[in-house]
């Protein structure tokens, strides 16, 4: 090798060490972003690369800047657009990850306590609610809110459980922890929509903070000793959470509490028409409460019968 292509290699090499380039996985050198970047500033052109713009906290109106977030890693969150082309504006779900909700589902089905485990979960759920009632009376925006705050917990837990189990047995879980923390998460999508219309005073979120913490650790026991006896407790008490909505919606109906208008996250997220409102949203969140009730109902079933969950299909997408 001459002595001239010697130090062209050395070069080379020496611009690799300092992070300037980089192989791509189909061969030739690209330029990378690194951390000296971030001392020194960045051009516009990496700006635009690598990370979305987002407006500078406490500034607002014209004199709002926006700064692109440079990072080393390059992790570019994807450009989602409508149907009509116009940006999607949620970040905490996905147009794909939007339904018309089933409004058909019988919200008066109720399961018979037959035996001793339901007898105790159905009168465990109505002890809990005698409490609730008093505390929040006709204040339906409240009882809604502390009741989502409850009502995600459950699925949460359960599929927590079921995934270390799966992790633990290696084998497949039939779909269940899927279908469970579609749950958790289609019920906090019910408080991301309430608290759009209210909010909750200091000692309501000091209440949620204390239900929260002792609900939490009190289904994940019940649940490690016994998960046919949780989710029957869930099945009543997401029978309770329709009766609840019924209430709410007889109220609205009688114009004792006010119709507003839909919020812009309930819309996107039930594939509401644009000029729906709470009555509309009530009715489709009941109808979601009445599908977990069955959803926990029929998990309770398959294991009071002597299988195991993994044995039948989880109704994925059952909302």
Same mark, same amino acid.
């Given at each position: 090798?001459?002595?001239?292509?010697?130090?062209?290699?050395?070069?080379?090499?020496?611009? /690799?060490?300092?992070?300037?380039?980089?192989?791509?996985?189909?061969?030739?050198?690209?330029?990378?972003?690194?951390?000296?970047?971030?001392?020194?500033?960045?051009?516009?052109?990496?700006?635009?690369?690598?990370?979305?713009?987002?407006?500078?906290?406490?500034?607002?109106?014209?004199?709002?800047?926006?700064?692109? !977030?440079?990072?080393?890693?390059?992790?570019?969150?994807?450009?989602?657009?409508?149907?009509?082309?116009?940006?999607?504006? &949620?970040?905490?779900?996905?147009? &794909? @990850?939007?339904?018309?909700?089933?409004?058909?589902?019988?919200?008066?089905?109720?399961?018979?306590?037959?035996?001793?485990?339901?007898?105790?979960?159905?009168?465990?759920?109505?002890?809990?609610?005698?409490?609730?009632?008093?505390?929040?009376?006709?204040?339906?925006?409240?009882?809604?809110?502390?009741?989502?705050?409850?009502?995600?917990?459950?699925?949460?837990?359960?599929?927590?459980? #079921?995934?270390?189990?799966?992790?633990?047995?290696? @084998?497949?879980?039939?779909? &269940?922890?899927?279908?469970?923390?579609?749950?958790?998460?289609?019920?906090?999508?019910?408080?991301?929509?309430?608290?759009?219309?209210?909010?909750?005073?200091?000692?309501?979120?000091?209440?949620?903070?204390?239900?929260?913490?002792?609900?939490?650790?009190?289904?994940?026991?019940?649940?490690?000793?016994?998960?046919?006896?949780?989710?029957?407790?869930?099945?009543? #008490?997401?029978?309770?959470?329709?009766?609840?909505?019924?209430?709410?919606?007889?109220?609205?109906?009688?114009?004792?509490?006010?119709?507003?208008?839909?919020?812009?996250?309930? !819309?996107?997220? &039930?594939?509401?028409?644009?000029?729906?409102? #709470?009555?509309?949203?009530?009715?489709?969140?009941?109808?979601?409460?009445?599908?977990?009730?069955?959803?926990?109902?029929?998990?309770?079933?398959? /294991?009071? /019968?002597?299988?195991?969950?993994?044995?039948?299909?989880?109704?994925?997408?059952?909302?």
């Amino acid at each position: 090798m001459s002595r001239s292509a010697a130090v062209k290699m050395s070069g080379l090499l020496m611009r /690799q060490l300092r992070g300037e380039f980089s192989f791509s996985p189909r061969g030739g050198l690209v330029q990378v972003c690194h951390w000296s970047s971030m001392a020194s500033g960045t051009t516009k052109e990496e700006e635009k690369t690598h990370q979305p713009p987002h407006t500078v906290v406490g500034e607002t109106g014209d004199k709002a800047k926006t700064k692109a !977030i440079v990072s080393y890693w390059g992790v570019d969150p994807p450009k989602i657009s409508n149907q009509d082309g116009t940006p999607w504006r &949620w970040n905490c779900f996905r147009p &794909w @990850e939007t339904y018309t909700a089933d409004t058909s589902i019988d919200v008066k089905k109720h399961h018979l306590p037959t035996n001793f485990m339901d007898k105790f979960a159905y009168w465990t759920v109505q002890t809990l609610k005698y409490p609730t009632y008093l505390f929040f009376q006709r204040r339906h925006m409240c009882h809604a809110m502390l009741l989502e705050t409850v009502a995600a917990v459950p699925g949460m837990v359960g599929g927590m459980l #079921l995934h270390c189990k799966s992790l633990r047995r290696f @084998e497949q879980s039939g779909g &269940w922890i899927k279908a469970l923390l579609e749950e958790a998460e289609n019920e906090r999508m019910h408080l991301m929509t309430f608290i759009e219309l209210s909010n909750p005073k200091w000692y309501e979120r000091a209440l949620v903070f204390a239900v929260q913490g002792v609900f939490f650790n009190a289904y994940f026991l019940a649940y490690l000793a016994s998960p046919k006896l949780a989710h029957r407790i869930v099945g009543y #008490l997401e029978e309770e959470a329709v009766n609840s909505y019924t209430e709410f919606l007889i109220d609205i109906e009688k114009g004792e509490f006010e119709n507003l208008p839909a919020p812009a996250i309930a !819309i996107d997220y &039930w594939r509401l028409p644009a000029d729906s409102t #709470l009555k509309d949203v009530v009715t489709v969140i009941r109808a979601d409460e009445a599908h977990h009730r069955d959803l926990n109902h029929f998990a309770s079933d398959i /294991q009071c /019968q002597g299988h195991e969950l993994k044995e039948f299909a989880a109704p994925i997408g059952y909302h």
